[in-house]
């Protein structure tokens, strides 16, 4: 079982930047990939951001040139930055964590809000 803690999450401004930390424990060394969802309000959940082991990485659209996910892989936490935020930022962003091997995620965070405002 891999335990993930997500937070940073709160209100931001229009163009303002967040940090979001999400860190893992128990087994941890079954994690290749870790990541961030989020889900709006009446909107299917979306893959945000996620970074394999290998230093791979992959963004939606929607955030790229705005949003940077890292690892620190001796803390077991993954970041992602949030800049240039706009209000269709806001949502719930989730952590997650795929094993070597699985396409869905195996492990979930229980999520953190964050609203951008105008």
């Known amino acids: 079982q891999v335990q993930l803690v997500e937070s940073g999450g709160g209100l931001v401004q229009v163009g303002g930047s967040l940090r979001l930390s999400c860190a893992a424990s128990?087994?941890?060394?079954?994690?290749?990939?870790m990541g961030w969802y989020r889900q709006a309000p009446g909107k299917q959940r979306e893959l945000v951001a996620a970074a394999t082991s290998g230093d791979l990485t992959n963004y939606a659209d929607s955030v790229k040139g705005r949003f940077t996910i890292s690892r620190d892989d001796a803390k077991s936490t993954v970041y992602l930055r949030m800049d240039n935020v706009k209000p269709e930022d806001t949502a719930t962003y989730y952590c997650a964590s795929w094993k070597l091997g699985s396409l869905e995620a195996d492990y979930w965070g229980q999520g953190t809000q964050v609203i951008v405002s105008s």
């Open positions: 128990g087994s941890i060394f079954s994690i290749n990939a």
